[in-house]
T-cell receptor, first 110, second 112 residues
Framework: EDQVTQSPEALRLQEGESSSLNCSYT??????LFWYRQDPGKGPEFLFT???AGEEKEKERLKATLTKKESFLHITAPKPEDSATYLC???????????FGAGTILRVKS | DTAVSQTPKYLVTQMGNDKSIKCEQN?????MYWYKQDSKKFLKIMFS???????INETVPNRFSPKSPDKAHLNLHINSLELGDSAVYFC???????????FGSGTRLTVV
């Protein structure tokens, strides 16, 4: 069964303090690894899809990387508006569904 | 224009009642989903439809019945509501496999 584990559960940063979120996964034939951002009271917002080990994608202060066992979401010089829950999900070869991790709650203080 | 819209946003109802949640997408996507997010924020797939055909039906009580009248709409009907059904239900859509989903803003269901 496909599984996703995210760490840490919660992370508090000062504005400008760079850090990384981790997503470890086990999946039968990775079709894609997805990162989403979720704000309170809203639905998840798509950030990135990574398809193969070694791939990297960037968007503003966020950079996602992928290995065969885990993905990292690097946040460079975060701002308070980056505060949100970041969700990681995988899609395996046997199903058209995303399996989500529990998320990392990020708080950035000014 | 909202891409994936759900109604209602909030739903408070008594145990034993029957209720429906509606979802519509205007993105032209061919696949729609229902996900449940529990109090621990875990998002879990319930159902998926591709062009009105049910393709994923996870281990969900048969009190939950999805209906897709066309590929732009996916509704969720819940019979005999129980306290444990309280959660946020998200509708989502995608075009093809291995692509990011677009989620709606969710329906917070509270059963009292």
């Amino acid at each position: 069964e496909d599984q996703v584990t995210q760490s840490p559960e919660a992370l508090r940063l000062q504005e400008g303090e760079s850090s990384s979120l981790n997503c470890s996964y086990t999946v039968s034939g990775l079709r894609g690894l997805f990162w989403y951002r979720q704000d309170p009271g809203k639905g998840p917002e798509f950030l990135f899809t990574l398809y193969s080990a070694g791939e990297e994608k960037e968007k503003e202060r966020l950079k996602a990387t992928l290995t065969k066992k885990e993905s990292f979401l690097h946040i460079t010089a975060p701002k308070p508006e980056d505060s949100a829950t970041y969700l990681c999900a995988v899609q395996g070869e046997y199903g058209n569904k995303l399996v989500f991790g529990a998320g990392t709650i990020l708080r950035v203080k000014s | 224009d909202t891409a994936v819209s759900q109604t209602p946003k909030y739903l408070v109802t008594q145990m034993g009642n029957d209720k429906s949640i509606k979802c519509e997408q205007n993105l032209g996507h061919d696949t729609m989903y229902w996900y449940k997010q529990d109090s621990k924020k875990f998002l879990k797939i319930m159902f998926s439809y591709n062009n009105k055909e049910l393709i994923i039906n996870e281990t969900v009580p048969n009190r939950f019945s999805p209906k897709s009248p066309d590929k732009a709409h996916l509704n969720l009907h819940i019979n005999s509501l129980e306290l444990g059904d309280s959660a946020v239900y998200f509708c989502a859509s995608s075009q093809g496999l291995s692509v990011g989903y677009t989620f709606g803003s969710g329906t917070r269901l509270t059963v009292v």
